[in-house]
């Protein structure tokens, strides 16, 4: 076999190994191991898998490096701590919604483009956020996987910058979901007030989040679709991850409502993945990930210079950006009041 041969057959085999690691998320391998090593017997009697089958599943685990053997006992490696979920950088949830969902768009992915449709809309009359109202087991995984992604955010720079914790006294999460990343904002910004603006649907998951960190005196959910307008003043305002799931008419649409809100002091802080300018190999993971987008929802990942159009169309301007996460910005947004002649 040459080498083209050789990495095309290895690329094209990678979506066995994401059904190997789902499989082995969904028997809960992963989480059995991280308590205490186990033999292959053990893991059988307590999985109810056959001894022969788990033999199967764990023997290329070792291979790939996510358990390690030693005599007859098996261990979690460092790699396979990240897929269990008692592990506080879990990606059980990415591994459980990408493979068990996402899969599905993707092996729609020749028809849709042919048909220039998003893979998603072959399979539902609805499109993925509407599906999400009445597939109560979609949306639990697709939650789970934001959730734990969203805790992992590191806005220490952000906070920095802003600078004062006592200047904020109101903060507002627009399509905050459970309000993970509004919560982590009112940890530092603990004289300030916050609110979680979503549909109603994830209203109560919201309010169990904002209790368990005893904050339900400081943090209110209100029942908002972010396309409406809406009346709410603020001297900070959030939209994490919700840009690169719309088009831009609806983007638009999107941070206009905020313009509208916004004060001459107020600031909106804009968290999404940003691709480079040049095609380069290693940003190869960016551009899947707008396909991933797109597949799903009909979204797109954006340049630096895409969203800086977006936001000049909406009246604000980018002031500056932090990296969050390995390809996560926060980009610092505010009214733009120059006049046309000095922009």
């Known amino acids: 076999m040459d080498y083209i041969e050789s990495m095309v057959m290895s690329m094209t085999q990678g979506l066995f190994t994401s059904y190997l690691l789902y499989t082995a998320c969904d028997i809960g391998i992963f989480d059995l191991l991280y308590s205490k090593d186990r033999t292959i017997d053990e893991m059988s009697e307590e999985t109810g898998i056959e001894v022969s089958i788990m033999h199967r599943?764990?023997?290329?685990?070792?291979?790939?490096?996510?358990?390690?053997?030693?005599?007859?006992?098996?261990?979690?490696?460092?790699?396979?701590?990240?897929?269990?979920?008692?592990?506080?950088?879990t990606l059980k949830p990415f591994i459980t919604f990408n493979?068990?969902?996402?899969?599905?768009?993707?092996?729609?992915?020749?028809?849709?483009?042919?048909?220039?449709?998003?893979?998603f809309l072959l399979l539902s009359q609805n499109d993925f956020f509407s599906n999400q109202l009445v597939d109560k087991e979609s949306y639990g995984k697709f939650n789970s996987m934001m959730r734990a992604s969203s805790i992992k955010l590191d806005f220490s720079s952000?906070?920095?910058?802003?600078?004062?914790?006592?200047?904020?006294?109101?903060?507002?999460d627009i399509g905050g979901g459970a309000g993970d990343v509004i919560l982590s904002f009112?940890?530092?910004?603990?004289?300030?007030?916050?609110?979680?603006?979503?549909?109603?649907?994830?209203?109560?998951?919201?309010?169990?989040?904002?209790?368990?960190?005893?904050?339900?005196?400081?943090?209110?959910?209100?029942?908002?679709?972010?396309?409406?307008?809406?009346?709410?003043?603020?001297?900070?305002?959030?939209?994490?991850?919700?840009?690169?799931?719309?088009?831009?008419?609806?983007?638009?649409?999107?941070?206009?409502?905020?313009k509208q809100c916004m004060k001459a002091h107020s600031k909106l802080v804009v968290i999404d993945k940003v691709l480079p300018d040049e095609i380069n190999s290693k940003d190869f993971y960016l551009y899947m990930s707008d396909l991933y987008?797109?597949?799903?929802?009909?979204?797109?990942e954006r340049s630096e210079g895409e969203f800086n159009k977006l936001f000049s169309e909406a009246g604000l301007?980018?002031?500056?950006?932090?990296?969050v996460s390995n390809d996560e910005y926060a980009m610092i947004l505010e009214v733009d009041t120059r006049r046309e002649g000095e922009i």
């Open 57 to 89: 599943i764990v023997r290329p685990l070792i291979a790939q490096g996510f358990i390690l053997k030693k005599a007859n006992n098996l261990k979690v490696s460092e790699m396979g701590r990240r897929l269990s979920i008692h592990d506080e950088k």
């Open 99 to 119: 493979v068990r969902e996402n899969a599905k768009y993707w092996e729609k992915m020749p028809e849709a483009v042919k048909a220039g449709k998003y893979p």
């Open 158 to 172: 952000v906070f920095q910058y802003i600078g004062d914790n006592h200047t904020i006294r109101t903060i507002a």
């Open 186 to 258: 009112l940890e530092y910004f603990n004289d300030a007030q916050g609110y979680i603006l979503d549909l109603e649907h994830v209203k109560e998951e919201a309010k169990r989040n904002i209790k368990q960190y005893s904050n339900q005196f400081r943090c209110y959910f209100k029942t908002q679709d972010f396309f409406e307008e809406f009346k709410l003043s603020a001297d900070l305002f959030i939209l994490s991850r919700v840009l690169h799931d719309w088009l831009d008419d609806k983007v638009e649409n999107i941070l206009f409502n905020i």
């Open 293 to 300: 987008i797109w597949a799903a929802c009909g979204g797109k």
């Open 317 to 323: 301007r980018c002031i500056c950006r932090f990296k």
